[in-house]
């Protein structure tokens, strides 16, 4: 199992527009194979801090997420709203 977690640091003003581009990319993420759970999260404290927070059956279904169609029209689209880069950490479960 892989665990992803995306930490996305957007401009105040383009919340609205990247949680919208997010709703697409939940949508069309969670029909595909391989999928255990895919989901946009907003910090409590700091509402433009939103995480990614992903699971995976495996390293192979997060490598053809990252390849779908879905996955490269949208993404692009998400990282012109944001203040600074991403923060990606892929975990693989050992407990």
Do not use: R
């Not at 949680?19 to 949508?27: F, H, R």
């Not at 404290?45 to 490598?63: Q, Y």
Request: net charge negative; aromatic share 8%.
């Amino acid at each position: 199992m892989i665990k992803v977690v995306a930490k996305h640091y957007v401009v105040s003003d383009k919340i609205e527009e990247l949680l919208e581009l997010s709703k697409e990319l939940v949508a069309a993420t969670v029909k595909e194979e391989g999928c255990i759970s895919y989901g946009m999260y907003q910090d409590i404290k700091d509402n433009t801090i939103l995480t990614m927070i992903e699971e995976w059956e495996s390293s192979e279904a997060l490598k053809k997420h990252m390849e779908s169609e879905h996955f490269k029209a949208i993404v692009p689209k998400m990282a012109g709203f944001m203040e600074k880069p991403a923060e990606l950490n892929i975990y693989s479960k050992v407990i």
